[in-house]
Nanobody, 128 residues
């Protein structure tokens, strides 16, 4: 099972940018679909973005569409989330997740229940 470690969180003013990274252990990173989720204080975990194992397919939550960009580098075993035009409502702990798909369909997954492994999370705080 892949091990995931997020980095890049922090405190930023509204309108600013942050780039989150998720480093995965193992040698079969291209066999995993990846996703980013977040949990704000007092709220349930919610979908942010997802990417297929090749990187050819991706999806975003409506709340971040046009502001966030998910990308992956299978040679470096990393997935990133570029976050621009940040808003106070983006404040949350952000989690990277993986779903093992072997060499199956090149698809992305938006349901957190389908993911096999999770990172420890990284805090993003956006001040107004």
């Amino acid at each position: 099972q892949v091990q995931l470690v997020e980095s890049g969180g922090g405190l930023v003013q509204a309108g600013g940018s942050l780039r989150l990274s998720c480093a995965a252990s193992g040698r079969t990173f291209s066999s995993y679909a990846m996703g980013w989720f977040r949990r704000a204080p007092g709220k349930e975990r919610e979908f942010v973005a997802a990417i297929s194992r090749s990187g050819g397919g991706f999806s975003y939550a409506d709340s971040v569409k046009g502001r966030f960009t998910i990308a992956r580098d299978n040679a470096k075993n990393t997935v990133s989330l570029q976050m621009n035009s940040l808003k106070p409502d983006d404040t949350a702990v952000y989690y990277c997740a993986s779903k093992y798909v072997a060499h199956g369909a090149d698809y992305y997954y938006t349901n957190d229940r389908t993911y096999d492994a999770w990172g420890q999370g990284t805090q993003v705080t956006v001040s107004s």
